[in-house]
């Protein structure tokens, strides 16, 4: 059974006492080992990134805007998604104006470690601290070089570590197309489970699709990630 090993980081004193701690994911097979930590205010990185081994995640700025859209309207990706209307700069310029006032949403880059690339997204939406909820999406790799490198999964595992043990969140769900099954496969390697099934809940190019709700919970986080 994996287990979640608690590790106290070397640079302790750097970060606040109580708040940060680092989280080692051992993995089965050595394939999957990893560490995940919170780089706090008042340490040397920047303000609210989440790093992990190869990929850090850190809230969108403006001048992301223009490769957002380049990457959102490429077909393999939107493809994909559940949104359907093609993103224009102009209106992601109003999305982002309103972005930080929405307390309820979190979107971020993820960003390779060793070159600083921006690679793709990932996010938090209808965060919910009364029912300790949150939607995990907009999950993706943006060119076909960056894909099946790990960046997505390493990305999901630090965007749950981060909702249940920064956010105090307990529940965090997704919707996917049925079909696709290379998301699935991610979704449940991070330790998601099938919850159900919306059929036909989605019509594309001439045919209805069936979306996949699924969720992990806190408590099941400490244990399901192989
Ligand atoms: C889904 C997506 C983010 C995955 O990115 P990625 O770079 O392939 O992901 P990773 O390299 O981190 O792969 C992680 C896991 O995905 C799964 N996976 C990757 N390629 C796969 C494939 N061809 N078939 C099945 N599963 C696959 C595996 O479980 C893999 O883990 P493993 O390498 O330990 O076996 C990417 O394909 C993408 O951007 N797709 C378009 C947008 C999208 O579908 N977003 C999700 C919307 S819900």
Known sequence: MPALQKYTHPLWQEYRPGVFEWFGLTGSGGKTAMQVGFHSANSRENLDMLVGKGVRLRRIEEADLARMVEWWNRPDVWENFLYKFPLSHGGQVIWFKNLFQNQRCL???????????????????????????????????????????????????????????????????????????????????????????????????GAFKDILVMAILRDEYRHAVP
Do not use: W
């Open 107 to 205: 979107f971020l880059i993820i960003e390779t470690i060793d070159t600083r690339q921006p690679v793709g997204t990932i996010g938090l939406d209808s965060i919910d601290h009364v029912n300790q909820t949150a939607e995990c999406g907009n999950l993706m790799i943006g060119n076909n070089e960056s894909k099946g490198m790990g960046f997505a999964r390493e990305a999901t595992l630090l965007l749950l570590t981060y909702g249940f043990y920064r956010l105090n969140l307990n529940r965090i769900f997704l919707n996917v197309l049925a079909d696709n099954v290379r998301a699935i496969e991610l979704y449940k390697n991070c330790g998601f489970r099938e919850e159900g099934k919306l059929r036909q809940a989605f019509f594309d190019q």
